[in-house]
């Protein structure tokens, strides 16, 4: 019985697409469960990239209410429209490995995953006024890697695909807008202008799927000097590593180091 419901969920695909949508990647749950999930997903993300430690772990207790109902649902065999909270989360999680027959991961590995990103919410600073620490960056930095592993494994299991491409698919659905870019009239403009004319080109890639023509990025940050744009920005920045930057067809893509360069610099950015 299980096979047979498993074989009813999973759906084999594809390697993400730079703009892969939550409605491909996670098609076999239901519209509310999914709308949630990615919220959730992005809330965390956002909170924790703003440096607000506190929200960015409250939103992981609700991605953990959020997983822990698609687990449940798939054992039973019925996914629920909503998540909801079970009134003990703790032995709930722990029923789920009586699921004999099912994958263990969906038993064994994320429920206790879950229970331990819960704890932090309820017994730590961020779930209830005088807790035994204050919630600091160490804590949301757990809250964020273990979020992310929880929807990566929610996708490879439910989209039987290998652990890369769930990754992936994770990473096309992380909203990476912020508070300091602005988009007008299918512009996008920073709202810093202190900021140096590479460290706003950095900023506004890390906002965008996929690579970025140099002419419309040059137009976003309104540099001047296409020549000395292309040699004093993206050259030096492809040298050091902080984009990939094709000068045959002017594409340009922010790499792994160009994204940890923007969100180590993000907060003291957005505070000025």
Known sequence: ??????????????PAQPQASASTIL?????????????E???????????RWKPAELDGGRLCEVVYSILKGYVDGSMPAAASKPS??????????????????????????????????????VGHVGGEVDSNQMDATVVLAMAKWLV??????FHSVDTATA?????????????????????????????????????????????????TLRLWTEAKNPTDYRRHVLKTSHAAKLIEYNQVD???TLSPAGRDYVEQRLGKWIEG
């Open 1 to 14: 019985m299980a096979t047979k419901r498993k074989a009813a969920v999973a759906q084999k695909l594809t």
């Open 27 to 39: 098609a076999n749950l239901p519209p509310g469960l999914r709308a949630d999930l990615v919220a």
């Open 41 to 51: 997903l992005n809330g965390v993300e956002r909170n924790y990239r703003e440096h």
């Open 88 to 125: 003990n989360f703790v032995d709930s999680c722990a029923a789920l490995s009586r699921a004999t027959g099912f994958p263990h991961s969906v038993r064994i590995t994320m429920p206790r995953m879950l229970v331990a990103l819960y704890d932090l919410r309820n017994n730590r600073d």
């Open 152 to 157: 990566a494994e929610t996708v490879r299991l």
């Open 167 to 215: 990754t992936a698919f994770v990473d096309a659905l992380i909203e990476r807008e912020t508070p300091l870019v602005w988009e007008v009239d299918g512009a996008r403009r920073v709202l810093n202008p202190a900021l140096s004319l590479k460290d706003r080109s950095l900023l506004l890639m890390h906002g965008v799927s996929g690579a970025v023509p140099e002419a």
């Open 250 to 252: 002017g594409m340009v």
